[in-house]
């Protein structure tokens, strides 16, 4: 049986866009796929795919769980990889989401799979999510790092580009096999603060829909997680305040974080043109009411 197993075929995606996110070592603080996630439910988005865990995953490692079906019945759930279709109507575009746990065994036939769906449906670009842990305050707006195929996408959406250089996951691999594939495609990684690595991190989630936002041309109501965003770095503020260690240690990232943060200039500022194409995309984007 082929890894990649259709329940339905989508049709009528105009100029999709195929997002990822996995959960585990790509994914600090649960940033990348708690915004695959939000993005999913902004959109209602319907799963029409999956790929067959058998391939790709150690049971052992990424087990399966029991549940009860009716307090009777009990029924395992496997690992998947699930492909969801969200459909942005007042968009340019629509998306197909990818989402699931980092698989633990061949990752280039996953990959190969995951190229198979992109083909399939026209995908036209195609966007890596990913998080990492680095020595970043909370306080301070959520460092953005990216890579794009195409130097024109790097220069259009202002990525912050990486030189890093070791260990990578899936993340990474999927986003070569795009580029080798020649589909437009774009890593797009998040900075999470190290010292409270645990924690989900909605503020990281947040700035990763706001940076895809502009990326595939979709406007997202995020008012609840720019409210789980606040709360978040509220209850961070008041767990630090009360540990003299780690709030001069905060205190130091806050202030390495600054001195490194370019002073604006008008190159920085986005023109009168800019601003009203934005503002016009945004007002095609909401519901006529």
Aim: charged share 25%; aromatic share 8%.
């Amino acid at each position: 049986m082929p890894p990649l197993i259709w329940e339905s075929r989508p049709d009528g995606l105009r100029a999709p866009a195929i997002v990822c996110a996995f959960e585990g070592w790509n994914d600090a603080g649960e940033a990348a796929s708690a915004a695959l996630t939000f993005l999913g439910s902004a959109f209602s988005a319907t799963r029409f795919a999956r790929l067959d865990p058998e391939d790709f995953f150690d049971f052992q490692a990424t087990r399966p769980t029991v549940r009860l079906v009716e307090g009777r019945t009990r029924a395992v759930e496997w690992p998947e990889v699930e492909i969801w279709a969200a459909r942005a109507p007042h968009a340019p575009r629509d998306l197909v989401l990818v989402s699931g746990p980092e698989p633990s065994m061949r990752w280039r036939s996953f990959c190969a799979a995951i190229i198979e769906l992109s083909e399939a449906l026209g995908a036209q670009l195609a966007v890596t999510l990913g998080a990492l842990l680095a020595d970043v305050p909370h306080t301070r707006p959520v460092p953005l790092v990216g890579l794009a195929s195409d130097e024109a996408l790097v220069e259009r959406h202002a990525l912050q580009t990486t030189s890093y250089e070791g260990p990578t996951g899936i993340t990474g691999v999927l986003y070569t096999a795009f580029q080798d594939a020649g589909i437009p495609s774009v890593s797009l990684w998040a900075s999470v603060p190290h010292y409270v690595a645990a924690a989900p991190n909605p503020k990281a989630s947040l700035a990763l829909v706001r940076k895809l936002e502009g990326l595939v041309g979709v406007n997202v109501d995020a008012g609840d997680l720019e409210t789980a965003a606040a709360d978040y770095e509220r209850r961070v503020t008041a767990a630090v305040a009360g540990d003299d260690d780690v709030r001069q240690f905060v205190e130091r990232l806050e202030q390495a974080a600054d001195a490194e943060a370019p002073e604006p200039t008008s190159e920085d500022v986005p023109s009168g043109d800019v601003i009203a194409r934005e503002f016009q995309r945004f007002l095609q984007q909401r519901p006529p009411e």
